[in-house]
């Protein structure tokens, strides 16, 4: 059974560029999240997709969007780069079945913008 | 706003040495706890999880109580082991959101020598 996958591994852009980061959850998972971990910190809740509908969403400006897909797949997009949008992209995966259920996390895009 | 508080690290170990990794909580409902554990170049694996008050969480001879009455969740070992040395984040999800978002702590990086 795959575990969460994403792609690509790493990618490099420069300011003002835009970004596609995508998601496979893992199997039977409806739930998508995304997060950003910058340099030493912990990761930061960027949204969370169900039923390709956004549900909910951190402090990130609208720059961030997303989409889920029926096959529960998403993409992460981030518009005009900025230098400090270099960080580790987490997607993780989970059921919608209350508060406790786990988050499976995929191993991470890492984007680092010049 | 929901926040949890981690203590700083690194925290540096011999193997066979007791830990402890201190976490509490801010949350405005019944949140679920969880620890999760990243290792060098890897995304974040879930470490244990704890739901509601008193439940204790164990996985590979880690441990950690959910303690309502101090709003804490500390990660427990008896005997760490080299392979242990990675980083950990103490994690909430707050059941009074529409979603179930993780909001994580900074990390604490463990690192045991032999």
């Known amino acids: 059974d795959a575990g969460v996958t994403q792609s690509p591994t790493h990618l490099i852009k420069t300011r003002g560029q835009q970004v596609t980061l995508r998601c496979s959850p893992k199997?039977?998972?409806?739930?998508v999240s995304w997060y950003q971990q910058a340099l030493g910190q912990g990761p930061q809740f960027i949204f969370q997709y169900y039923e390709e509908e956004e549900r909910q969403r951190g402090n990130f400006p609208d720059r961030f969007s997303g989409h889920q897909f029926p096959n529960y797949s998403s993409e992460l997009n981030v518009n005009a780069l900025l230098l400090g949008d270099s960080a580790l992209y987490l997607c993780a995966s989970s059921l919608d079945a209350g508060r406790g259920e786990t988050q499976y996390f995929g191993p991470g895009t890492r984007l680092l913008v010049l | 706003g929901d926040s949890v508080t981690q203590m700083e690290g690194p925290v540096t170990l011999s193997e066979e040495a007791f830990l402890t990794i201190n976490c509490t909580y801010t949350a405005t409902g019944y949140p679920s706890l969880f620890w999760y554990v990243q290792y060098p170049g890897e995304g974040l694996q879930l470490l244990l999880k704890?739901?509601?008050?008193?439940d204790k969480g164990s996985n590979k001879g880690f441990e950690a109580t959910y303690r309502k009455e101090t709003t804490s969740f500390h990660l427990e070992k008896g005997s760490v082991q080299v392979s242990d040395s990675a980083v950990y984040f103490c994690?909430?999800?707050?059941?009074?959101?529409?979603?179930?978002?993780?909001?994580f702590g900074k990390g604490t990086t463990l690192s045991v020598s032999s």
């Open positions: 199997s039977g998972h409806d739930t």
């Open positions: 704890a739901t509601k008050a008193d």
């Open positions: 994690a909430l999800s707050d059941q009074d959101q529409a979603g179930t978002a993780l909001i």
